[in-house]
């Protein structure tokens, strides 16, 4: 989620790193700004335009700062910042209209969309070097063989949970393996007086990133959203608001609001994304993180996370747009500094070598070691159509939580989702 992962809004924990890392990348800032061809091939361009989904990081954010020393040199870089849901939109009427950003960091759902729709420039064409990104994360930059752009970084998810209130309760984390093992012990520790389980069931894609690693731990694919395993993901996550297991505002809850509410001590798991692992670590309480248990046991799939660097279609002057965006994205993506803004915004590396290192270098990464390289893209089995099929599992999935466990609303929920991702 953010695309993502999705707006994920607390990713501070990992962006306390970027005030040390801006000197090394101020290296990056090197070269010409580049000339145009087209209409103004002897233009040059003093302005690059920069575009992500980070508003939670204002200009005098380290991000922003990080981001800045990036700038070609002889240009000033313009940051401008989105929501994840509305840069898409932006983005749309912005290569309409002949003004497209030189860079845009776009959450990976999105990025077939975009492609198909004529927003992006080719990754060839800019002279984006593609190569050494693990599949499974740089697979949504792939749309009809051709590739567009290249993974910032990833995350994906985990189950948390807080060690102290299972000893209290007598639960043993090994147990946790199914979802019989996870209902078993949420029943436990609500009744030894603790809460259950904070997740992010809020509408759209964030809601919708989190509830896909049930939603694949049942058996259920994105080819058929109200199949009878869809729907058993759906009764799942019904029954932990009837029960009393999981808060009512888990309906609205995005990932921020759902992880405070863990961080209050008072709730025994929550479901939510690696970019929280060094917050975990610093709690009072021991906090640990195990794999989302599949329905039938082991772990289920989890969804890729993060966003793509992009360089959107440019109408005028488009060689000297890419000659910056390439030098742009290279200083973000490029092998020396991939670990830096994987560690700036709380991600993996998304290369396994620069990602083994980095996460030999802390242990809090360890047990996301296996997680992040089985991973899932989102997009993998549906491509441009994964939107369409995202929104209707969001209104089923909304229903279900509002549903507190009735399973006739869930069914009805999820036969309509099969007609509503058919357009």
Known sequence: MNTIRSTRLAKVAGVAAGAALLGSVAACSSGSSGSGDDTSSSAKLTTVSFWDPYPQYDDSSDWAKYVQACAPTGTTLKRTTAPTADLLNNLTTAVKEGNAPDVILLDNPAVPEAASSGLLAPASDVGIDTSGFDANLAGPGTVDDVTYGV????????????KDILDKAGVDPSTLTSWDGLNAALEKVTKAGSKGITFAGIAGEEGVFQFLPWFWGAGANL?????????????????????????????????SASWDLFLTGKYAFAENGSWFAKAASEQKFHAVMVPIPAKAGNA????????????????????????????????LVGKDNQVKTADALGYFAANKDLRQSQIASDKIWTPWASAIE??????????????????????ALQTSLNAAGDSGAVSDAFKQATTDAQG
């Open 151 to 162: 993974p910032v970084g990833a995350n994906t998810l985990g189950l948390y949970y807080n």
């Open 223 to 255: 080819k058929e959203p109200g199949s009878a395993q869809a729907t058993e993901a759906g009764q799942l996550v019904s029954d932990w608001i009837g029960k009393g297991y999981a808060p009512k505002s888990a309906a609205t809850d995005n990932q």
């Open 300 to 331: 289920a799939p989890v969804p890729t996370g993060g966003e793509f660097a992009l360089a959107p279609l440019q109408k005028k002057n488009a060689s000297a747009h890419y000659a910056n965006a390439k030098q742009v994205i290279e200083c």
């Open 374 to 395: 089985s991973a899932q893209g989102r997009t993998s089995d549906l491509g441009a159509q994964y939107t369409v099929t995202s929104a209707a599992l969001s209104t």
